[in-house]
């Protein structure tokens, strides 16, 4: 088995499927296409944390992933309540002669919306806050009734518009324009984190832990739908 | 790579969902061909991959033009009223001595688009022309186009932000200016188009020999 790196195993020339091959016989289900380039390719079962990657054009195809639906639900739950430390407490204070501004994190899209920046204001509300909490929400509609062996209603539909929420969700985005106000102000003004600038950060690595350790094979798989 | 074959040469398609290969939708049931397990349309390719790529690439490109030219935000502070573009922020934070910042900032609001504009053009380009140059390095262009294209958004929470933040009266205020909307307008749109593209249509045109 040539091994592309420790965690990586690339597909070998056996597991292509020639047209020759009797794919009747085969089993659909054993095969799989990669997503970016179409070739056809025979799964294999890997060690744990190997991807598997297209012999053609180098995408991954699939992972294996321990534990996931635990590991996914526990870095949910912590999420779901990071993210309500977040949205309630201050976020960042400012302090200019004298004068103080506390800010949480909805403020900025407020305050773009008094200035008739509305277009901006949704942009940014959904961006960092609504799609990061659709996403939890949705992960905890999917993934607490498949803990507790059963299907929930519309399971599929909801698993499918998670999967198109991914690159909307910009909270990590969000992390590096704080980095770079503060540093802009920090010359004329005192800059006070809160507690909601640090749970949030903390949320940025849970939810990236969260979409790491999902593996969503392993819900597509609960589905029966013959 | 001559005893390949691709899902399309098999009659099947993978739900760009959840992975499950299907057969293919025959053109009678076109329409109607859904994912059997999970629901969602079903496509040998994205559909009309190309024309709504240049589409959404052309419309970047216009609005590139006044993100650049008007201002993101207005600084009042005591009387003086100062506005700045997307560069001349960049500058102004050469001039306070903060490079590695400036060269962030730089880095995603100005190559960061640019680029990606420019690979998705290219890209375009290419499978137009059926290249057969280096598919896989240009799917791999493609796929750092996709993932690293979110992060342009950086300079609008800093105005967000910074909107927020400097609210002090007379005494120092920052308004979001109309620059801003077209960025978050460029940045959206070329996310769009980065999904509208097919990057198996790279791969398409090496099968297509005799």
């Known amino acids: 088995m040539a091994f592309k790196s420790k965690a990586s195993k690339s597909m070998q020339k056996k597991d292509l499927v020639s047209p020759s091959t009797n794919l009747a016989n085969n089993g659909a289900s054993q095969l799989i296409a990669c997503h970016e380039c179409d070739l056809l390719q025979q799964k294999v079962p890997l060690p744990n944390g190997a991807a598997a990657q297209c012999v053609r054009c180098g995408a991954e195809l699939y992972r294996h992933k321990t534990n996931s639906l635990d590991r996914t639900l526990a870095l949910t739950l912590a999420g779901v309540i990071l993210f309500i430390v977040a949205n309630t407490f201050p976020f960042l204070s400012f302090q200019m002669r004298g004068n103080e501004t506390t800010t949480t994190l909805i403020s900025g899209v407020k305050d773009l919306y008094q200035q008739d920046m509305w277009g901006l204001a949704i942009l940014v509300l959904l961006t960092s806050i609504l799609v990061p909490l659709i996403q939890l929400l949705a992960l905890l509609y999917v993934l607490v009734p498949l803990k507790l062996n059963r299907i929930p209603w519309q399971l599929a539909r909801v698993f499918r518009y998670l999967h198109h929420l991914q690159p909307w969700s910009m909270m990590e985005v969000f992390m590096l324009g704080i980095l770079v106000s503060v540093v802009k102000l920090a010359g004329m003004a005192t800059i006070v984190p809160g507690v909601a600038l640090w749970s949030f950060a903390v949320l940025i690595f849970v939810l990236a832990a969260a979409a790491a350790a999902l593996d969503p094979h392993m819900v597509w798989d609960r589905l029966d739908y013959q | 790579m001559k005893h390949t074959i691709t899902a399309a040469q098999a009659s099947l398609l993978n739900c760009h969902s959840c992975d499950l290969l299907c057969n293919a939708p025959t053109a009678d049931n076109h329409l109607l061909a859904t994912c059997p397990r999970c629901g969602a349309t079903l496509h040998t390719r994205k559909p009309n991959s190309i024309a709504r790529t240049w589409a959404l690439v052309i419309t970047a490109y216009i609005l590139y033009i006044p993100a650049n030219l008007l201002p993101v935000m207005t600084v009042t502070s005591v009387g003086k009223v100062q506005s700045d573009t997307i560069i001349s922020g960049v500058i102004y934070l050469l001039l306070s001595g903060m490079w590695p910042l400036a060269m962030l900032v730089f880095f995603a609001s100005v190559v960061v688009p640019l680029a990606k504009l420019f690979i ?5 380009f290419s499978v137009q022309r059926k290249s057969r140059w280096r598919p896989r390095d240009r799917t791999r262009l493609y796929r750092i186009t996709e993932a690293v294209g979110r992060w342009s958004m950086v300079d609008i929470y800093v105005v967000t932000i910074l909107v927020a933040l400097v609210k002090l009266g007379a005494l120092a205020t920052i308004e979001a200016g109309s620059g801003a ?17 097919d990057p198996r249509l790279i791969w398409d045109r090496l099968e297509d020999q005799p």
Do not use: I, N
């Open chain 2, 120 to 124: 998705l053009s290219y890209l375009l």
């Open chain 2, 181 to 197: 909307v077209f960025f978050a307008a460029v940045v959206v749109v070329t996310m769009f188009a980065a999904m509208a593209f």
